[in-house]
């Protein structure tokens, strides 16, 4: 397997440091108030060489030592007692965030693939309960160079068990893991280059990925990085690899140790939230153990917001030497505030970053304020209504406990009950339609399609937004940011849409362009929108509820342009979304990770197929007038090409 278009420096491999790039960046899952990334040396090669990578003897020496932090038990001692809560657990997304690598971890193919770019080869093998990439230049070296020694590295951690695999590999500074330059894709099984999983412009230049900086923050519990700025090296510890449960509970040892005492200690008051006067410590030790359901909603909210936000820290936490102070249970805004858009003048620190970083808020949030990419959650939870009558948190719809552990919805919250259990006027189904103007138990009379669209993006597509808003087209006009209603209603061009709200809800209907009164708004945002609105649009393309409502037929020529996008992510959603509707369209040997201008355009491939499956099903019902001329191929294609011109072409990151 050979995976292409790769951006390398042009250094020799072992002596870049751009061999591996940020998963996130400084400010993925948080800013750093004058704290930069510690600049150790994150390079493969440069750092590990044949002697040090070949005959490592202790390789537990290159992983994050787990255990033996102050107050912390690990989640085996919380078995003993709670067996289900471990086993729902254990089975959960949260526990393999980070996992060390092994047979029973990996899920990625390392039976002898050979993965090239740009001169490099990498050899990935396995060894038993061992996983080995061997790197060596993969065409001999320019006569003024000197070719360097192939290596071996032993691959330390993996990150990810549900959408991708992400790998790391130790450097020899203390226990740094860095990152492995490609990506195990679960749902196509396949490797990828990294850089083509997110969101970012073409050829854009990525800073090193550091496991010990970076996510270590969320994806272990209570990790201590133990940065050492003088020798450049780590010496990272964590509770547990993943997140655990004294993530959410907090250190246990107390509890542990109460839990084992007389009956008499066992009576005292255990779920104890913490004196808003006092911060806890290291050891928290001031309580015995939180409870999230047992604390108040705006400290139980917090306790998912200190990694499911963008917040900000200030150097004074010394947060890479070590560690945060937050425990749950604590104020998250006495240490780490969540950022806030739309309060920037309570948040004087944040002014002068923007000052040096004016975009810096379009790889977070539409121009609202309201966040748009994935993991930052909270920071759509506090800006709700629901959020500011005190008594609405995350576990309102969510349990880790009780649910499945795709989307952790809890029992009775995959449907209308998580909003009637406090609307409770909704709960009878003529209310519902009435409000709704859809019928009873159809996709447009579920909340949560109105008022929590899908319009996040992450992990290679939409998701639901957790600010809890109604569908304006004035907001879409304003932001880019598609309404609830169009990305159900496909087919459909916003004064379609407009007409509807002012009729039912009595919305003003806003001053509209011709082509948002005649073409269909997701066509139209597919062909004309910036590479964010692009993928959440390629995504709902390929959405079930959406193709009951507007059909399929015409989609995929709508997906065959966007096969051909600038952004990989872009190409990689819309392949999905094609290959859902039929996997006979797509021309073979079509890979998303190489550029358009690299290969030939698949376009007229898919278009010749699809006109074949539309002429053998008799399938001729395009809804045609919004549809820019599907009836009419030639029209079609001129339309196309007219809207494709008018492409919002500006540089988009989102930083996930």
């Known amino acids: 397997m050979s995976v292409r ?20 960046s400084v400010l993925a899952l948080g800013c750093s108030r004058n704290e930069p990334e510690p600049k150790s040396e994150s390079k493969l090669g440069a750092s590990v060489t044949k002697s040090n990578a070949v005959e490592v003897s202790d390789h537990e020496a290159t992983l994050p030592h787990v255990g033996g932090l102050a107050g912390y038990v690990g989640s085996k001692d919380c078995r003993a007692c709670h067996e289900d809560q471990f086993a729902s657990w254990h089975r959960s997304y949260h526990r393999t965030m980070t996992q060390i690598a092994g047979a029973d971890s990996v899920q990625a193919d390392f039976h002898n693939v050979t993965l090239t770019n740009d001169g490099t080869r ?3 093998t396995q060894k038993g309960n061992e996983f080995w990439v061997h790197l060596e230049r993969a065409a001999p070296a320019p006569p003024d160079e000197t070719a360097p020694e192939p290596v ?4 330390g951690l993996v990150t990810g068990s549900h959408h991708m695999q992400v790998f790391w590999i130790g450097n020899g500074m203390g226990n740094c893991q860095i990152g492995f330059p490609f990506t195990w894709l679960i749902p196509e099984r396949r490797w990828v280059p990294r850089n083509s999983t997110f969101l970012r412009p073409p050829g854009v230049e990525l800073r090193p990925e550091t496991w010990n900086f970076v996510c270590a923050r969320c994806h272990a519990t209570a990790t201590q990085p133990n940065y050492d700025r003088t020798t450049k090296t780590w010496n990272t510890q964590v509770d547990e690899l993943g997140i655990a449960c004294e993530a959410c509970h907090g250190p246990g040892e107390r509890h542990a140790a109460q839990q084992r005492g007389s009956s008499r200690q066992r009576k005292e008051a255990d779920f104890r939230e913490p004196k808003p006067s006092r911060l806890l410590t290291s050891a928290a030790t001031n309580y015995f153990i939180v409870h999230p359901e047992k604390i108040s909603p705006v400290r139980s909210a917090q306790v998912c917001g200190f990694c499911h936000s963008m917040k900000w820290f200030d150097s004074s936490e010394g947060w890479p030497e070590r560690g ?10 006495a240490t780490t505030p969540i950022i806030r858009p739309k309060e920037i003048d309570r948040q004087p620190w944040l002014k002068k ?7 810096l ?8 304020g309201m966040v748009r990419v994935s993991g930052r959650d909270y920071n759509g939870l506090i800006e709700s209504p629901c959020y500011r009558g005190g008594q609405f948190s995350c576990l309102s719809c969510h349990s880790l406990h009780s649910s499945e552990p795709d989307g952790q919805l809890a029992r009775n919250r995959a449907d209308n009950r998580a909003c009637t259990q406090c609307h409770e006027n909704f709960r009878e189904e003529p209310r519902v339609v009435a409000h709704t103007h859809h019928r009873a138990g159809s996709t447009g009379s579920e909340c949560y399609n109105c008022h929590m669209p899908r319009t996040t993006y992450g992990v290679l597509k939409a998701i639901r937004s957790h600010q809890i808003s109604g569908p304006r087209i004035t907001e879409e006009l304003a932001t880019g940011r598609p309404n609830a209603c169009n990305l159900c209603h496909l087919d459909k061009p916003l004064a379609w849409t407009a007409d509807q709200l002012a009729r039912w809800y009595r919305q003003p209907i806003p001053k509209l362009t011709e082509d948002q009164t005649k073409v269909a708004d997701a066509v139209r945002l597919a062909l ?9 649009i390629a995504w709902h393309l390929g959405w079930e509820p959406a193709w009951q409502v507007s059909g399929q037929s015409w989609i995929p020529p709508v997906l065959a342009q966007l096969l051909d996008d600038p952004y990989a992510a872009v190409r990689c959603v819309a392949e999905r979304s094609l290959k859902h509707i039929s996997a006979n369209l797509l021309p073979a040997g079509y890979d998303y990770t190489t550029a358009p201008d690299s290969r030939p355009s698949v376009q007229a491939v898919i278009l010749d197929r699809w006109r074949q499956e539309i002429a053998k099903a008799g399938a001729q019902n395009f809804p045609a007038p919004s549809l820019v001329r599907l009836n009419d191929p030639t029209s079609q294609q001129e339309e196309f090409q007219r ?3 008018q492409r919002d072409d500006r540089p988009v990151r989102l930083r996930e």
């Open 528 to 536: 004309t929108g910036d590479a964010g609105q692009r993928a959440i």
């Open 324 to 333: 945060f102070s937050f425990r749950p249970g604590d104020d998250l805004e």
């Open 643 to 645: 809207l494709l011109r």
């Open 5 to 24: 278009r790769l951006s390398f420096s042009s250094l020799p491999f072992f002596a870049s440091p751009r061999l591996l790039w940020c998963l996130v």
């Open 353 to 359: 970053v923007l000052e040096k970083s004016p975009e």
């Open 361 to 368: 808020f379009a790889d977070f949030f539409w121009s609202d």
């Open 122 to 124: 990498f050899v990935l």
């Open 152 to 155: 071996d590295v032993r691959v």
